[in-house]
């Protein structure tokens, strides 16, 4: 049986007062505003700043947990949330992949992407707060949902290991099919803005058209990631920032693998077989339950060895 919750509401304040600060900082005071091509240099040192925070938290959370609540409930949600973060950051790199996706097939220019991805990000956090909440009521309440999501995580793996070689096809999105027929698009961008006006009529840019795919695509993809983190702890504080720390970093590190996405093509196939994984570890928990250290050497076995194929099977063809 899991621990007991952890969250407290002054906990709770805590860390929502830390991510609006952490906004504020990123949109008035490190340029988030300013239009530029973020470099890989730049990218790397975000990236290194966001997953140094996650584990400063991390290791300030088990700190106060050993002095509150025992070094057995420290430890345990301690490996809860790096594990959490694991998960939440592997699969976002499927994210990062259709990003890429979408940024090129509407040409956007790399120093407008930015502007885009810090929108998306704070749709993103709106979203994952209202899922997390309601995933965690579910799930107090009908302790059976846990299957549901094990069958659709299950399920979703095995599409994603079948349909890992192709590409969606934009054009026959349907939120981008209802967006075209009901808004005013102009035909050129206006640098980053999402809408203009004209003689009077407001009319909205192809960037805006980009947000739209890019909070869509967030959306469809905690639907995937957050029933995965239910299979390793249903503490609603532990889900919540362990995905939000996962969210932060995304941005970075789109701008990361940006131009290295090619090299990590086998990465997809890692992704499927997590989510298969976690999903056949909540179907089993009724006769066994993987204790999560296990669970998080699983899933760094699986994401390590697909990135060591990719990179080996990059190499072997440009032989």
Do not use: C
């Not at 400063?56 to 959370?61: K, V």
């Not at 609540?69 to 976002?92: M, V």
């Not at 994210?95 to 890429?100: H, S, T």
């Amino acid at each position: 049986m899991e621990a007991m919750n952890i969250g407290t509401p002054a906990m709770w304040g805590a860390f929502i007062a830390f991510v609006l600060a952490m906004l504020a900082l990123d949109l008035f005071v490190f340029g988030g505003r300013k239009a530029h091509k973020v470099s890989a240099k730049e990218a790397a040192l975000w990236s290194l700043a966001w997953f140094s925070l996650a584990l400063a938290f991390n290791a300030g959370l088990w700190w106060y947990l050993n002095g509150t609540a025992g070094q057995e409930i420290a430890n345990q949600k301690a490996i809860a949330f790096f594990t959490g973060y694991l998960i939440e950051k592997s699969l976002s790199v499927d994210n990062v992949f259709v990003f890429l996706l979408i940024f090129s097939s509407f040409h956007v220019a790399a120093e407008y992407q930015r502007r885009v991805l810090i929108y998306g990000v704070l749709g993103a956090i709106a979203m994952r707060a209202i899922m997390i909440l309601a995933g965690a009521w579910l799930v107090r309440e009908f302790n059976w949902v846990l299957y549901i999501f094990g069958v659709f995580l299950v399920i979703t793996g095995l599409r994603m290991l079948v349909m890992a070689e192709r590409e969606p096809d934009l054009e026959k999105n349907p939120v981008l099919r209802f967006a075209r027929r009901h808004l005013r698009i102009t035909k050129e961008y206006h640098a980053e803005k999402f809408s203009v006006t004209k003689d009077g009529v407001r009319w909205f840019t192809p960037l805006f058209l980009v947000l739209i795919l890019i909070e869509a695509s967030d959306l469809v993809f905690a639907v995937d990631s957050i029933p995965a983190i239910f299979a390793i702890t249903t503490d609603p504080f532990i889900v919540f920032t362990s995905n939000i720390f996962a969210i932060m970093g995304l941005r970075a590190l789109y701008f990361l693998m940006a131009d290295v996405a090619d090299r990590f093509h086998l990465l997809k196939y890692g992704l499927a077989m997590v989510l298969t994984f976690i999903g056949a570890k909540m179907l089993i928990a009724p006769w066994y339950h993987v204790p999560v250290q296990a669970s998080l050497a699983i899933v760094a076995v699986l994401i390590g060895a697909s990135v060591v194929a990719s990179l080996v099977a990059t190499r072997a063809r440009a032989k």
